[in-house]
């Protein structure tokens, strides 16, 4: 019952909290554990995970929380989310409509693989926690004890809400069968279990979100364009080599199948074969150890059982299933495996390779005539996490992504440009999406603001857009607009009302105001200045300048004596929607659009908000004019926040 209690209280406490809120909240988690990290390299060697390993694991997920808490930004500051605009419903613009996204009051449920304890549950917490929901995470029992050191520094430092991460260890028999509607389950691991898991009664039944991200037969093909001597071929084969033994390849990302030109295929193998035989395995603990144990003896057995099936159709070039050579370490006592390369020579043919993935330091290399048959063996694997394509060419690279993206959940283009800057084939970003079509699990992970919203429930409403103002808390058109007093360049950001109105003066456009701005910027198009050349053109006669419509009415908007605004610091949305000429007389409607808080970034720093205007000009007639948002920065009254 306690539990219980903790669990709806956490639930509430975060979904009252705004997004600024809860984006602040993750980044003081990500700068405490890092403070803690070094006790986390320590335990991560157990794990059989080298420091580079550990980097990717560690680092990386308390990177996802940086990232993660970096949203905010794009996000209101409410607990709820307003979906792109409105939607207008009605003749005379009384009844409209849009859409809101508000936190699901369910609790998300991870259930995580062996093979990143640190990252597989930062980077799927973090975006849960954003959206105000609160999760129970299930790691792998092989490697749970790393994840229950980070997990219990996180409930010490209360820093999240009471009742907001649960941790359950062990088999997690059950652990599913008393979901409801408004939970979100997510699985990483092996396609079969997630399949079974998602084929769950209780899934179907409660028509509970499912978002599966399984191993796949993830490919990288080498370019026709990356000739022997290139720095593209050299980067193939580092960054091949790399994929089979970091981690000791158990990761859903690594690279099984190398698809290169049959013109280079014994180039290839000789020069892996050849890096493969410098990498020295054993006891991360060790200098010069680039490849650790794999999690557990039985995931070794599991390895070396698939590697039996795939050896039947295909040959072993490097490598002994039975036999490897370790430092540090006795390696029949530990769970050391040898990295193996398989050569395919007819992968049309001889399909295991497309069927069957041996979860650990494995890969084949395999030869491809055109560009369109290595498309066609990347596609073989029946849907990926990831795919990469090593080429100097943008016009290969073009080709390739355009035809083997509907298979594929992510693409790298690697080439000599961006290789010192590029993260790699197997290492997804918080802020793009991670998953995959087909054998990968059709879910998708992270992706920025996208992952935050899976946690979300999108709702239509509908009704007058004074309600529909006070709902989102950003103005519709059509919604009242009282006159603010005073004018709201005197107000502090606390006493902004979305919808307050400015009504300026007006002022008479003419010849003289075209050609003085043409002068001062430079500006000389021939609608502006030139009436002789405006026949076949939309234009009437001579057009005053759209920016000089903006800028005039910044002109009649502008409150000049010193006061809260303290700057303008951008324009978004302009839009010029009618022709102004000499004569037209403009008036400006200036209204709050938004209000968006900001956290102060030092003791000494001004405390504000961030508020959009929304500017529409009108001409003599009624009709706008032009239309866009301004972007300013409103000092607050209270100093202190």
């Known amino acids: 019952m306690q539990r219980y209690q903790n669990y709806v209280l956490g639930q509430w406490t975060l979904r009252k909290m705004t997004f600024q809120e809860r984006g602040r909240m993750l980044k003081a988690l990500a700068l405490h554990l890092m403070e803690k990290k070094d006790k986390y390299y320590q335990v991560s060697a157990w794990t059989g995970a080298t420091r580079v390993d550990s980097w990717i694991d560690i680092e990386g997920g308390i990177g996802n929380l940086f990232s993660n808490a970096s949203l905010r930004r794009q996000f209101p500051d409410l607990p709820y989310y307003v ?10 613009g009384t009844f409209i409509g849009h859409h809101i996204m508000v936190p699901r009051e369910g609790v998300a449920i991870h259930i995580n693989a062996f093979n990143f304890p640190v990252w597989g549950m930062l980077e799927k917490i973090a975006v849960n926690l954003m959206a105000g929901v609160p999760a129970i995470v299930k790691p792998s029992e092989y490697t749970c004890f790393l994840t229950e050191v980070v997990v219990r520094d996180i409930i010490d430092s209360k820093i999240l809400p009471e009742g907001s991460l649960q941790l359950v260890c062990g088999l997690g028999r059950g652990i599913i069968d008393h979901v409801s509607t408004e939970d979100v389950v997510t699985f990483t691991g092996s396609a ?12 179907a039944a409660e028509s509970v979100a499912f978002n599966l991200e399984a191993d796949s037969l993830n490919a990288t093909i080498l370019g026709e364009k990356a000739v022997l ?25 690594a690279v099984r199948r190398i698809i290169v030109p049959e013109d280079r295929i014994d180039e290839v193998e000789k020069a892996k074969a050849a890096r493969l035989a410098t990498t020295k395995i054993g006891d991360p603990s060790v200098d010069g150890v680039r490849m650790g144990a794999l999690a557990s003896k039985l995931q070794v057995e599991r390895v ?10 295909q040959s072993i070039v490097y ?6 050579e370790v430092v540090g370490a006795d390696a029949k006592a530990g769970a050391f495996f040898s990295p193996i390369l398989f050569r395919n020579n007819d992968p049309f043919n001889l399909t295991d390779v497309h069927e069957i993935e041996a979860f650990g330091p494995v890969a084949t290399v395999m030869p491809y005539k055109n560009l369109d048959e290595a498309i066609l063996l990347a596609k073989m694997g029946k849907g990926s996490l990831v795919s990469s394509i090593v080429t100097p060419s943008d016009d290969e690279a073009m080709e390739y992504v355009v035809n083997a993206a509907s298979m594929h959940g992510r693409i790298l283009v690697l080439n000599k440009d961006c290789a010192k800057e590029s993260t790699g084939h197997g290492s997804p970003m918080p802020l793009l999406t991670h998953g995959g079509p087909g054998r990968a699990g059709g879910g998708e992970e992270m992706g920025g603001k996208r992952g935050v919203l899976h946690y979300l429930q999108r709702t239509a409403i509908q009704g007058h857009p004074t309600t529909i103002t006070k709902i989102t808390q950003q103005f519709q058109v059509g919604a009242e ?10 107000k502090h950001f606390e006493e902004l009302v979305v919808g307050e109105t400015v009504f300026t003066h007006k002022h ?25 050349s405006l026949e076949g053109t939309i234009f009437e006669r001579r057009v005053a300048h759209g920016y000089f419509v903006l800028s005039k009415a910044a002109g009649l908007f502008v409150d000049p004596k010193k006061g809260p605004v303290l700057l303008n610091y951008g324009l978004d949305e302009a ?8 004569g037209a007389t403009l008036g400006v409607r200036f209204t709050v659009k938004e209000k968006v808080d900001q956290e102060k970034r030092a003791e000494d720093d001004i405390a504000k908000g961030i508020v959009k205007f929304l500017v529409d000009v009108y001409d003599e007639t009624g009709e706008t004019v032009a239309l866009a948002t301004i972007l300013t920065m409103v000092r607050k009254l209270d100093q202190s926040k």
């Open 319 to 324: 490598g002994d299933m039975n036999e490897c």
């Open 83 to 92: 979906d792109g605009v409105a939607a207008p419903l009605s003749k005379n």
């Open 575 to 582: 839009r010029f929607t009618k022709p102004v000429y000499p």
């Open 192 to 203: 079969v279990t997630g399949k079974l898991l998602k084929a769950h009664p209780r899934i």
């Open 508 to 532: 008479t456009v003419t010849d003289a105001d075209i050609v003085n701005f043409a002068n001062v910027s430079g500006d000389n198009f021939y609608a502006h200045m030139d009436a002789t």
């Open 481 to 490: 607009m009282p006159e603010a007093n005073p004018h709201v360049f005197r």
């Open 229 to 253: 001597g290139t720095e593209e071929f050299d980067l193939f084969i580092k960054e091949t080599v790399k994929e089979i033994t970091i981690k000791a390849g158990q990761k859903c990302t």
């Open 304 to 313: 070396r059982a698939n590697v039996e099936l795939l050896a039947r159709t």
